[in-house]
């Protein structure tokens, strides 16, 4: 029976980076995807990871982050990309999201430089981040997706099983380890489709 939902936050509940990542590419006249392959080269260890898990600060991203990117031909702004990971709610994900607070077990699951709780939020988003009943953050817990340690961390805090939850992210790479650990997963692409299919899993109309 599933008692748990828990959520990614960036390309779930708020529109997602990937696409700001894309407008920053070709504003600089960079190939599609640059972005994206400097942070999949040397994933668990390069510039993006020890900045998510709070192990270098944002000049020393900045410097090694470009670095890697002078090493693989581009040349990039570590300051604009990081500009990139401020996305706006989707309002359809933010229902959902409501709907599961009032039924069931809620957390977030992000990968983020910065915590939450030392950022200056709008107050919807304020009122969004209440819903979750924890927040685990890669940026505090000094691991991060698609570490196992990290979906482990959401389970003892809310005292569940793993297959007890249903986890919500865009990224098949952070399903994947959820999904071996018996947790039923969900990859976010159109919200309308999340309806559907999660009201399935719960058991219960999300609009």
């Given at each position: 029976?599933?008692?748990?939902?828990?959520?990614?936050?960036?390309?779930?509940?708020?529109?997602?980076?990937?696409?700001?990542?894309?407008?920053?590419?070709?504003?600089?006249?960079?190939?599609?995807?640059?972005?994206?392959?400097?942070?999949?080269?040397?994933?668990?260890?390069?510039?993006?990871?020890?900045?998510?898990?709070?192990?270098?600060?944002?000049?020393?991203?900045?410097?090694?982050?470009?670095?890697?990117?002078?090493?693989?031909?581009?040349?990039?702004?570590?300051?604009r990309v990081i500009d990139c990971?401020?996305g706006t709610l989707r309002p359809?994900?933010?229902?959902?999201?409501?709907?599961?607070?009032?039924?069931?077990?809620?957390?977030?699951?992000?990968?983020?430089?910065?915590?939450?709780?030392?950022?200056?939020?709008?107050?919807?988003?304020?009122?969004?981040?209440?819903?979750f009943d924890i927040l685990v953050?890669?940026?505090?817990?000094?691991?991060?997706?698609?570490?196992?340690?990290?979906?482990?961390?959401?389970?003892?805090?809310?005292?569940?099983?793993?297959?007890?939850?249903?986890?919500?992210?865009?990224?098949?790479?952070?399903?994947?380890?959820?999904?071996?650990?018996?947790?039923?997963?969900?990859?976010?692409?159109?919200?309308?489709?999340?309806?559907?299919?999660?009201?399935?899993?719960?058991?219960?109309?999300?609009?």
């Amino acid at each position: 029976m599933i008692t748990t939902a828990l959520f990614d936050f960036g390309g779930v509940i708020t529109t997602s980076p990937f696409e700001a990542f894309a407008a920053y590419e070709v504003e600089a006249g960079l190939p599609p995807d640059t972005i994206r392959k400097i942070n999949a080269t040397n994933s668990g260890d390069n510039a993006w990871a020890r900045f998510e898990r709070h192990e270098v600060d944002q000049t020393e991203f900045g410097r090694l982050f470009e670095a890697e990117a002078a090493a693989i031909g581009y040349v990039v702004d570590a300051a604009r990309v990081i500009d990139c990971l401020h996305g706006t709610l989707r309002p359809t994900m933010v229902e959902v999201l409501r709907q599961c607070a009032q039924r069931l077990k809620t957390g977030m699951l992000t990968n983020n430089v910065v915590p939450i709780e030392s950022q200056i939020l709008s107050s919807d988003l304020r009122e969004v981040v209440q819903l979750f009943d924890i927040l685990v953050q890669s940026s505090v817990e000094g691991c991060r997706k698609p570490e196992p340690r990290f979906y482990e961390i959401a389970c003892e805090r809310l005292g569940v099983k793993a297959s007890e939850c249903v986890f919500l992210d865009d990224l098949g790479i952070n399903l994947k380890p959820a999904r071996a650990m018996g947790m039923t997963t969900i990859k976010v692409t159109d919200p309308r489709e999340v309806i559907e299919e999660l009201t399935a899993v719960v058991g219960f109309p999300l609009v």
